[in-house]
């Protein structure tokens, strides 16, 4: 069997010969809806059809024939008003590609190089690069409100060694036990094993900390001020955070350049603690976890900082 080549004569032709139910079938009503007045007050008045053709001009084979194509699947609403909006209704996409012939806008070039910029390509070490994410400020404004939770809850102590405030030599000591349990995935041990003294511990955990002002200072870890949380919290879920999440954030876009291949990517951090957000998905190996949404450069793909941030927020009690 033969096939028909499909050039403008033969589109024009198939555009033509099709009867449906009796009703012969249009260009301009294949490529405009027109509802019942507006085709029986064209019938009715010449000169107001003529009218109505030479407003709406009658597109090309050509061009019906690839609207057919390209546009088959897209709904009537979105082909009238010319674009997709998103679920808040900030944002629109069009339906069909920008021409390519006209000068790209200057916003739209992109003039640095992808990678870190500013005081980030100076830093030479990890912990250099850590702090950049995590300053000395931030920490501190942690202490503070550790500090505070530790104030509060002093009255439950026998003992006022049991209580101590922190500062921010222990916090960072803290911070790094977590990073040493983490490299040796340690995760699901029992805090016994490290702190044993049957030499099968770990000198390093013994030496930084006892294993009880470990335990303290993880339950008494936070990023806000207790005593206004539940304010915030009516109208924030993240409240227990979200200064300390903004901030880090916007760090992120001071010391990176994002390059011209970056997609939105999603990671389901393994969480089982009390967090009203803490989403259940069945086809991740985890299934109980913190859902994260990273705007990732394909060039250079590092989520250290995000695994991170949802190792802090699995000790704080939301």
Known sequence: MSRMRLDA?????????????GE??????????????DSNSCQSSEEDCTEFVSSNPVPTSDN?????????????????????????GAVKWNIEEP???????????????????????D??????????MYPDNVLEQVVVYTNIYITAI???????????????????????????????????????????TDSTGSDICIATMSRQRFHFL???????????????????????????FT???????????????????????????RCPFRQYMPNKPARYGIKIFVLADSRTVNKTGNKMLVHLMSVISL
């Open 9 to 21: 004569a033969n589109i024009e032709k198939i555009l033509h010969e099709d009867e449906i139910e």
């Open 24 to 37: 012969e079938c249009s260009e301009i009503e294949d490529y405009l809806e027109i509802d019942e007045h």
């Open 64 to 88: 019906l024939f690839h609207r057919r194509t390209d546009l088959d699947n897209v709904p009537l609403k979105y082909i009238r008003q010319g674009h997709y909006l998103s679920k808040n």
């Open 99 to 121: 021409p390519r012939s006209v000068r790209t806008r200057s916003h739209n070039i992109i003039t640095e190089r992808p990678g870190p910029i500013n005081e980030a390509k």
């Open 123 to 132: 830093a030479q070490t990890s912990l250099e690069c850590w702090v950049l």
């Open 154 to 196: 002093q009255n439950k102590f026998q003992r006022e060694r049991d209580c101590l405030p922190t500062d921010l030599i222990e916090l960072k000591a803290l911070l790094g036990l977590l990073y040493y349990f983490g490299k040796l995935r340690g995760a699901h041990l029992n805090t016994n094993d490290f702190w044993a």
């Open 218 to 244: 993880l339950r008494c870890l936070r990023f806000d001020d207790i005593n206004t949380r539940q304010q915030r919290r009516q109208s924030d879920k993240l409240a227990a955070i979200r200064d300390f």
């Open 247 to 273: 901030g880090f954030v916007t760090r992120i876009k001071k010391h990176y350049c994002l390059g011209d291949t970056v997609t939105i990517d999603e990671k389901l951090e393994p969480f089982r603690g």
